[in-house]
Nanobody
């Protein structure tokens, strides 16, 4: 079955960096685009970054452009989110997402906290 397991979240000071990872299994990873979503407390889940199946195309939410970078390693079935210059609006639970055959799959998420 499809599994997405996020890791790498934690507490970081404003301006700090984190690298999130999402290990995928149960499907042909290299055939699908992948996305990272964020859900802040009291807010709806929103997409922050997407990457094409081969990694050659990426898209970002305006609020994270220039600070967050999505990448993938198809040999490791893993997608990453490098988070730099973290800001007070960045905290939340970050989820890995894929849609296969019209079915949405989510990981359990990893918590990012930004605090001085």
């Amino acid at each position: 079955q499809v599994q997405l397991v996020e890791s790498g979240g934690g507490l970081v000071h404003p301006g700090g960096s984190l690298r999130l990872s999402c290990a995928a299994s149960g499907f042909t990873f290299s055939s699908y685009a992948m996305s990272w979503y964020r859900q802040a407390p009291g807010s709806e889940r929103e997409v922050v970054a997407c990457i094409s199946s081969a990694g050659g195309s990426t898209n970002y939410a305006d609020s994270v452009k220039g600070r967050l970078t999505i990448s993938r390693d198809n040999t490791k079935n893993t997608v990453y989110l490098q988070m730099n210059s973290l800001e007070p609006q960045d905290p939340g639970v970050y989820y890995c997402y894929i849609c296969i055959g019209g079915v949405n799959y989510w990981g359990k998420g990893t918590l990012v906290t930004v605090s001085s």
